[in-house]
């Protein structure tokens, strides 16, 4: 609740429908005049000092006959509501749930329920019963019914397919009360916002019916008949139709509001992102640091970059200091598990960084140029030409509607000025430049016909289209089988020998850095905290963090291990990270001297730096290859 | 599969000749083919395969999530197959489960402790005293505060999420756990963590796993026996160490070989993995490097092999002597 009043929206929704609700009631005390008294004297009376909303022809108070006429309206949707959820909240929930042949009865009933004209169907009940109103709102709450079914039922079939309710199942708990405890409450938005649209359609329908003479008996008011005299009126007095159609215009729009703000709650609460508020990332604020200067001869040089996000109106970094460069025809493998900031690194390079997350300090150096911070259509020129880049999952980085060929040949003429039968032309010769077997086939498939290892494949196509000095791979093998994983690096190799392609690889996987990269930079809670040719690394780590992550694999494990070195703890939050070495509070050699400062990059042999006071000794001879 | 590793004693999972089929559309997919295994009690069985091994599947059948057209499931001696409703969840006291995504195997919407105190539900009803102690009990197991009793999933990291969920699956006191693939989401020092906690609760609770995953080196740190599976079949099976350092069947060679970091690649079998899944011979016979003629024609037998378990090959026995010399 008191969440709900913090947000300016729903909070002013609630009050006003509150508003509505209460004088309503309260009709008897509040209204100034009966709401039947007439006085021909003051017919059609703007709104005035005696009159606030004016009279109608009959010189009745508007004002009063709104409260008045509001008792019925919202009791008669309240009701629609109620037949409607009561039925159609069940039935789609056990559809949704069972599946089998209570989804396709289910099913087969509302796709009847659709086909029936709901209007005419009320007027018929009404003729049948004699004008009870009542029943006929029974009725038009069950014609109501089939789409809420619908839709209650696709949500409850997507919650169904979660692993937690597998794991309801596997703990014993009947079905029923998985339906109740954890499909039910995930609906809960849908609903409320399904009612919403039911509460409003409802107020809509008794307006109609009143019109057609239905409804409250003159000369008792409803909002419904109300609106049907003032559009007889509407020659003489358009103000009658503003009124009484702009309280039901306003309980429409409230209930909406209302529904949207507390769907919106519901979910925040299990997302624990209170602030889900997308912050666009400020151009050009970045700040650069001078004295860095870029190394000569590298492709890509970044100094001392530094990238920061929003964390409650403060800004906290999620990369500190990051300086890394990579030559033409060099594999540099960016290593560290998540929360490190290596991903933020390699899309701060390409400009794509997400969240709210900028650059707080630091160079981009590409080819001689600055890039750091570009935007517009010059970052577009360089993303995906110059430098392209590669996600995790290849599938999802298809469009799942369009056909491979027609992707590729997008991309290709994205970066050249060419005619669509040589962009197809093209189009093959990277399929056939990734290896993939058939390209004329593959050329007509759309990516779910593609197996996984295929479809990384024809990612790699797409990112060769503008003839890239840079890729950069994100995890590109972490979604694939062991064995297409060693096709794909493969792959990427024998591009990288044929082109001269420099390759950034962002990975959490030593094996895939090992077999793939030349240099690794180790990353750890924001920080570089080592550098070196990954054949003196993995031997001979100088840092305890990267020493400690390779004997935590598995692999290093002998025959009937017990148990693993771990680290102890987690990976500290960004906002949470020691001035100090980053990784003392976890390191098991840490000593006073690690906690004085932050403690600087040091340069420990040719092309080797690590980020710690004790690395001078760390490396142990024995161990060097 | 009546194993040697069993020492005699009689196993706690046994699973005889077990079929999946999945109906997709008009077709029928079989997921799992005449599977057989068995674990002793205190006992890891690892199995390995990957995506589309049927190696999910088959732990969704034996905790009775997926459905099963062939075959028998015992456990404890009692065939456990086809039972449903009261029956089936009496035994989830007995039979828990770890899932590989921590994100979606936690109901958001749900407290800590009103998901540990659900999987409570088949032993019957606690006061509320002694349940509030179990879930206290449950998270101290796994390394967790108390006070994450009363927060949401959305609190917590992956690695603390994992936790969770094995607190959920002991909170009924389970003597088989089906880790699926329990690990795979993990960075490697969380991975670790976890593997570590997997093996110090085993010791300490006498728990049985049925281990499944992917990484043929976790699979061997975990496993005292290790099945492999392609396309819903047994290739081999076997000793930890043996199937995951010298293995028999080419198909796990080839797993082996291709191991990021495995130092040389040597001979890998890369013809592509697409070919039709219901031909009639060995079902790796279209990427295997020592392929002949009959292996496309008739499907190999599992014969039984001198140094631990089974191997599913009919070169097999030229393979090993040329190996031995």
């Known amino acids: ?625 | 599969m009546t194993s040697a590793a069993m020492n005699g004693s009689q196993p706690l999972l046994d699973v005889q000749d077990l079929t999946v089929e999945y109906r997709a559309g008009r077709r029928r997919v079989t997921a799992v083919s005449g599977v057989s295994l068995a674990i002793a009690p205190g006992e890891t069985l690892g199995v390995v395969g990957e995506s589309g091994s049927g190696k999910t599947t088959l732990g969704r059948a034996i905790l009775g999530l997926a459905p099963v057209s062939g075959g028998q499931i015992s456990y404890d001696g009692r065939d456990i197959t086809r039972l449903r409703g009261r029956a089936r969840r009496a035994l989830a006291a007995d039979i828990q489960v770890v899932f590989q995504d921590p994100y979606s195997s936690l109901n958001p919407a749900m407290t800590v402790s009103a998901t540990l105190a659900e999987s409570l539900r088949a032993r019957g009803a606690l006061p509320g005293a002694e349940a509030a102690q179990r879930i206290r009990d449950a998270l101290e197991q796994v390394a967790l505060p108390a006070a994450a009793a009363s927060r949401y999933p959305a609190a917590f990291s992956g690695g603390q999420r994992q936790r969770l969920a094995i607190a959920r699956a002991l909170m009924p006191g389970p003597r088989l756990v089906i880790c699926d693939e329990a690990v795979t989401a993990l960075d490697v020092s969380v991975q670790a963590q976890i593997l570590n906690l997997l093996r110090d609760l085993q010791q300490r609770l006498l728990l049985c796993y049925l281990f499944i995953g992917h990484d043929l080196d976790v699979v061997r740190f975990m496993a005292h026996r290790v099945l492999v599976l392609y396309r819903g079949q047994v290739m081999e099976h076997g000793p930890a160490s043996v199937v995951a350092r010298r293995p028999r069947h080419p198909y796990t060679q080839a797993l082996l070989a291709a191991a990021p970091g495995s130092g040389a690649r040597r001979a890998r079998p890369v013809a592509p993995a697409e070919s039709p899944a219901d031909q009639p011979g060995c079902p790796f016979a279209p990427r295997c490097p020592a392929v002949t003629d009959i292996c496309r024609v008739t499907p190999p037998p599992l014969v039984s092999a001198p140094d631990g378990g089974e191997v599913a090959c009919h070169r097999y026995p030229e393979l090993a002597l040329c190996r031995r010399n």
């Open chain 1, 1 to 625: 609740m008191r969440a709900l009043l913090r947000r300016p929206t729903g909070a002013a929704a609630l009050i006003i429908l509150l508003l509505i609700v209460v004088a309503c009631a309260a009709a008897p005390w509040l209204a100034p005049y009966h709401p039947d008294a007439a006085n021909l004297n003051d017919a059609l009376a703007g709104p005035g000092a005696a009159h606030w909303l004016g009279t109608d022809e009959l010189g009745r108070d508007i004002l009063s006959r709104l409260l008045y006429g509001g008792r019925p309206a919202l009791l008669d949707s309240l009701l629609v509501v109620a037949v409607t959820l009561v039925i159609g909240v069940p039935a789609g929930l056990l559809a949704g749930f069972l599946g089998g042949w209570a989804d396709r009865l289910t099913m087969q009933l509302v796709d009847v329920g659709l086909a029936l004209p709901a209007m005419v169907i009320v007027l018929v009940v009404l003729s049948v019963f004699g004008g009870k109103l009542t029943i006929a709102l029974i009725a038009l709450g069950i014609l109501l019914v089939p789409p809420l079914v619908r839709i209650v039922r696709s949500a409850a079939l997507a919650v169904r397919s979660e692993l937690y309710v597998d794991a309801a199942r596997v703990s014993g708990v009947p079905p029923a009360r998985i339906a109740t405890r954890h499909v039910l409450p995930r609906l809960r938005g849908t609903i409320l916002v399904q009612a919403s649209i039911v509460a409003a359609l409802s107020l809509l329908f008794t307006t109609g019916l009143a019109y057609l003479g239905f409804g409250a008996t003159p000369p008792d008011p409803s909002w419904g008949s109300m609106t049907a005299e003032a559009s007889q009126t509407l020659a003489q007095s358009p103000w009658l139709l503003i009124a009484s159609g702009g309280i039901i215009g306003l309980t429409v729009l409230c209930l909406g509001l209302l529904a949207d703000t507390l769907r919106d709650l519901t979910v925040a609460k299990w997302t624990g992102d209170q602030s889900a508020v997308y912050i666009p990332a400020p151009r050009g604020a970045a700040k650069y640091t001078a004295n860095e200067s870029a190394s000569v001869g590298a492709l890509l040089s970044v100094r001392g970059l530094t990238v920061t996000i929003q964390q409650n109106a403060i800004a906290v970094p999620v990369v500190q200091d990051v300086s890394l460069d990579i030559r033409a025809g060099e594999t540099v493998g960016l290593v560290g598990e998540s929360g490190s900031g290596k991903t933020s690194v390699a899309r701060s390079v390409i400009g794509l960084l997400r969240g709210g997350a900028r650059i707080e300090a630091g160079r981009i150096v590409f080819d001689g140029a600055d890039v750091t911070g570009l935007a517009g259509a010059a970052a577009r020129r360089l993303r995906g030409g110059q430098i392209a880049f590669i996600a995790q999952e290849p599938m999802a980085a298809l469009d799942p509607t369009c056909r491979i060929g027609p992707l590729l040949a997008q991309a290709v003429r994205c970066h050249q000025q060419v005619t669509a039968r040589e962009a197809r032309q093209q189009v093959l010769d990277l399929l056939r430049q990734a290896q993939l077997p058939d390209p004329e086939r593959v050329a007509r498939c759309y990516p779910h016909q593609l197996s996984g290892g295929m479809a990384q494949r024809v990612a790699v196509a797409r990112a060769l289209a503008g003839r890239p000095r840079l890729l950069i791979a994100d995890e590109p093998t972490a979604a694939l089988d062991v064995t297409v994983q060693a096709e794909i690096i493969a792959l990427l190799r024998g591009l990288q020998e044929q082109t001269g392609l420099a390759i950034l690889v962002v990975s959490h996987d030593w094996g895939v850095v090992a077999e793939l990269c030349h240099r690794a930079v180790v990353m750890y809670a924001g920080q570089v905290v080592e550098e070196a040719p990954v054949a003196g690394l993995i031997g001979a780590a100088a840092h305890p963090y990267t020493r400690l992550l390779l004997a935590a694999n598995p692999a290093q494990a002998p025959d009937g291990a017990t148990g693993l070195p771990v680290i102890p703890g987690t990976i500290p939050a960004p906002g949470e990270w020691p001035a100090a070495c980053h990784f003392s509070p976890r390191c098991p050699q840490a000593a006073d001297a690690c906690t004085v400062g932050p403690v600087p990059l040091h340069e420990i042999a040719a092309a080797r730096r690590s980020r710690c006071v004790l690395s001078a000794t760390a490396i142990e001879p024995a161990s060097q290859p």
